[in-house]
């Protein structure tokens, strides 16, 4: 008669104060803390562990780029808490995968869902969300990016109820798409930061003839517009009453703009970052309000005409309490004629730039109109505590004999202190493509 194998020795009780005699709601919360990848892999440590993540509350499910998607199908048909956040770069041959996830994750009531797909909607393979994306009611952050399509949204279900962050980049929208993107934003009234960068429209593909719309956004304190063509999106006062932060960069295609209507709506930001249009005519001539809030201001710009250098003293003259001015030369045409310091003096009011603490200018080639209002702020700035100028490379002078000609203007502030340097190629294309 064979014997019989030895009997496995049960396993000790674990030790008082070891980790695995704590109870498993406890356990589940040090693993809510944990990068997915290490939460997962904890199944290895016992077999008390074993199925601990897979109910872990608000486990990030979060992937690097390059994940193979049928990771997150795994971890989705395991995990049974709810989703705080997911995140996933989805490239061409599996842009259709995101339908099959949007359905699930509304049901486990995802908050935080970023979507990039790695494509070019250009070459028309774009990946058309299902209407689900709007069933995903719990949402406070939604950021989707590349070569997707968002649908026309189901009646009553434009926006998203507790929605603070929306971020749309290279997103392709229906007919009537610049209708559905202003609901959006209107039913998300607690949007609190939005960016919408280079979106593309099919209503008229050809002559962007849209109608105007309105961002309407009580709560929200940042926006960010970046396009390559006008879709008409305006901007009133009375529709963003907590707005602190804006950025707006049009690549100059701005024609039919309105910006003495744009500069009034922005009248309560602290920050702003824009770009002044070439006009054959001061464009902000007239403007009237006054910008009370506004400590921070960059403008992308030139100064090859007397019409933009206007336009910035317009800006100047009604912000009263700037410290930070930052001038980015964009398109440096030849200057047309010089303007000097005089007739900058002829524009000098009362209390302009008496708060200006830093002043700088990036792609700068010194030419005579910008070196003229470089010595024109020196002279008018009590406060100003730096001065920094940053030259391309192809500019003729050398920073030394730049510094030297600087120092030699008259300075309402005794302590400024001056800097120059030189812009290498390479991050002056960086600061192009920006």
């Known amino acids: 008669m064979e014997a019989s194998p030895p009997r496995r020795k049960p396993r000790p009780p674990p030790p008082p104060g070891a980790v695995d005699s704590l109870p498993p709601e ?95 909607w250009h070459e028309g393979s774009s990946n058309c969300l299902g209407a689900s994306i709007f069933s995903c009611r719990e949402l406070t952050s939604l950021d989707l990016a590349d070569d997707c399509e968002i649908p026309a949204a189901p009646p009553g279900l434009a926006g998203f109820p507790k929605l603070t962050k929306l971020r749309l980049s290279s997103i392709e929208f229906p007919v009537s798409g610049v209708r559905g993107l202003e609901a959006l934003i209107a039913e998300s009234p607690l949007l609190e930061e939005l960016l919408l960068d280079r979106l593309y429209f099919t209503d008229d593909e050809h002559s962007y003839g849209f109608e105007e719309w309105v ?73 009237s309000c006054t910008f009370e809030n506004l400590k921070d201001l960059s403008l992308r710009t030139n100064f090859c005409s007397l019409s933009t250098m206007l336009c910035k003293i317009c800006i100047l003259k009604n912000a009263p309490n700037l410290e930070a001015l930052k001038f980015l030369i964009m398109w440096p045409y030849p200057e047309e004629l010089e303007l000097g310091v005089d007739l900058l003096n002829t524009q000098w009011i009362e209390g302009l730039l008496d708060n200006l603490k830093t002043f700088t200018i990036y792609l700068a080639l010194c030419q005579q109109n910008e070196m003229h209002f470089i010595e024109f702020v020196l002279s008018k700035a009590p406060r100003l505590q730096e001065l920094r100028v940053v030259v391309l490379r192809n500019c003729p002078k050398s920073n030394e004999q730049l510094l030297e000609e600087i120092t030699r203007y008259r300075k309402a502030s005794p302590q400024v202190n001056l800097f120059v340097s030189r812009l290498e190629i390479a991050n002056y294309l960086l600061l192009q493509d920006d």
């Open 26 to 120: 406890i356990l589940q919360q040090v693993l809510s803390f944990l990068p997915l990848r290490d939460a997962v892999r904890t199944s290895a440590v016992s077999r008390a562990w074993r199925r601990l993540w897979e109910s872990a509350p608000d486990l990030a499910l979060e992937w690097r780029p390059g994940t193979d998607p049928v990771v997150a199908d795994g971890v989705l048909a395991r995990y049974s808490g709810p989703v705080r956040s997911f995140e996933f770069v989805l490239h061409q041959g599996s842009f259709w995968r995101a339908n099959d996830w949007v359905p699930l994750l509304a049901a486990k009531g995802v908050q935080v869902l970023k979507l990039h797909f790695g494509g070019n």
């Open 215 to 287: 961002i309407r956004a009580p709560n929200l304190r940042s926006l960010r517009i970046s396009t390559s063509f006008d879709y008409m999106w305006q901007i009133i006062d009375s529709e963003l009453p907590s707005v602190e932060d804006v950025e707006i960069l049009t690549g100059g295609d701005t024609d039919n703009r309105d910006f003495m209507k744009l500069f009034t709506g922005l009248a309560r930001a602290r920050k702003l970052h824009l770009e002044i249009p070439y006009r054959e005519v001061n464009a902000l001539e007239g403007l």
